[in-house]
C-alpha cells in the first residue's frame, strides 16, 4: 500500500462505524485502504471483492496480517449477494479505477504513459482495442423520451434471443441491428434512465479522408 491513500477513507469509517463481532463488504477491494481501516477499526470480519486478479494477489499480505478476518474473492461485486450468502452488516463501495491500474501503462488506463489500449479490470475478455479500433466512426443517435430500460435488462439487450415481450417478441431485432454494425466495423451504444429515455448511438467507420477524394470540380460543375 506504499503511497496508496484511500479517498474519502475517515468518511467512510464513519458513514459504516464498524463494530466488533460485525461482517462487511468491501465490494472494491483495490489496494485494501478501506477494508484496512475497518479491521484496525473493529474486531471485525470483511469480505473483499474486486475484478480485478492483481488487486487479490496483491491483497494476500493484508489476508496473512489479519489472519481468518479477512477474505479475498475475484469477481464482480454484482455478485456480492451470492458470494457473501446474504450477510452482511454494511457494504463499501469505492467505484472507479484504482491508483494501481492508473500507474501500470501496460494496463491502458494510465493518462500520463503511453500503453496499449487495455482497460481490461478483469484481464479477460476482449481489451478495448479489440472492441472498438482506434480511428475515425460517424455517429448516429436516436433518443426517446420513454419510459427507459431497467437497469437489470441494460446489459442483455443486444442478445440474440433475449426479450422482455415474452411471446410477443422475438429477441432478435437490437442483436441483428449489433451485428450489422459489427459487420460493418462499427458498434452501438446504448444509455438509459429509467423514467427519462433511451438513447441508442451507432458508430461506424468514417469513408476514407476528403483528400483522398479526386480533386477538381464536381462533375457537375465541369465544363
Ligand atoms: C478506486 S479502486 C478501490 C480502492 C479501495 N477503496 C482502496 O481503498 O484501496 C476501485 C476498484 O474497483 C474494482 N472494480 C471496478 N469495477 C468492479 C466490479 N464491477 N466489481 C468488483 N470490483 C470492481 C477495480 O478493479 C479497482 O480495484
Not at 491513500?5 to 469509517?13: D, G, I, S
Not at 477491494?29 to 470480519?45: H, V
Not at 446489459?155 to 459489427?182: C, D, H, M, N, W
Request: with cysteine; hydrophobic share 35%.
Amino acid at each position: 500500500m506504499n503511497g496508496h491513500v484511500p479517498v474519502m477513507l475517515a468518511e467512510v469509517l464513519e458513514a459504516l462505524s464498524p463494530r466488533d463481532g460485525a461482517r462487511y463488504i468491501d465490494g472494491t477491494f483495490g489496494g485494501g485502504g478501506y477494508t484496512r481501516a475497518i479491521l484496525e477499526a473493529a474486531d471485525c470480519r470483511v469480505l473483499g471483492i474486486d475484478r480485478d486478479p492483481d488487486a487479490i494477489a496483491r491483497g494476500q499480505a493484508l489476508v496473512a496480517h489479519f489472519g481468518g478476518r479477512l477474505t479475498l474473492v475475484q469477481g464482480e461485486f454484482s455478485r456480492m449477494d451470492e458470494l457473501a450468502d446474504g450477510l452482511s452488516d454494511g457494504v463499501v463501495l469505492d467505484l472507479g479505477v484504482s491508483s494501481f491500474q492508473f500507474d501500470e501503462p501496460e494496463r491502458g488506463f494510465s493518462f500520463r504513459a503511453d500503453g496499449p489500449l487495455d482497460m481490461r479490470m478483469s484481464r479477460e475478455g476482449e481489451s478495448a482495442a479489440e472492441h472498438h479500433s482506434p480511428g475515425s466512426y460517424l455517429r448516429l443517435e436516436v433518443a426517446d423520451t420513454g419510459p427507459g430500460i431497467p437497469p437489470e435488462v441494460l446489459p442483455r439487450i443486444f442478445e440474440p434471443f433475449f426479450t422482455t415481450k415474452g411471446e410477443q417478441g422475438t429477441g432478435l431485432g437490437l442483436s441483428v441491428a449489433y451485428g450489422i454494425a459489427q459487420a460493418h466495423g462499427g458498434w452501438i451504444d446504448c444509455e438509459s434512465a429509467p423514467g427519462q429515455g433511451t438513447c441508442f448511438t451507432l458508430f461506424l467507420p468514417a469513408p476514407a479522408q476528403a483528400s483522398e477524394e479526386p480533386s477538381g470540380p464536381h462533375p457537375a460543375f465541369a465544363g
